[in-house]
């Protein structure tokens, strides 16, 4: 497990996970957020876009700062 920070929607919000955990988990499961969903999980549909990338392939390790 490690701490997070992710800035969403103007918030800065800290998650503790596993940092092979999916971002899109982290945003469903850990913060609640229902826009970003699982589509293909091959990131070629776009469901999963966020403005930081495709989540359903992007990793917490990859994708967000560590504290």
């Known amino acids: 497990m490690a701490t997070f920070s992710l800035k969403?929607?103007?918030h800065l919000e800290s998650v503790d996970v596993d940092p092979e955990t999916p971002l899109l988990y982290v945003l469903a499961d850990e913060m609640h957020l229902r826009g970003p969903k699982f589509g293909c999980g091959?990131?070629?549909c776009g469901a999963?876009?966020?403005l930081?990338?495709?989540t359903c392939q992007a990793l917490?390790?990859?994708a967000c700062q560590r504290r």
């Open 60 to 62: 917490m390790r990859d």
């Open 52 to 54: 930081v990338g495709r």
């Open 42 to 44: 091959l990131a070629q």
């Open 8 to 10: 969403v929607n103007g």
């Open 48 to 50: 999963c876009t966020v």
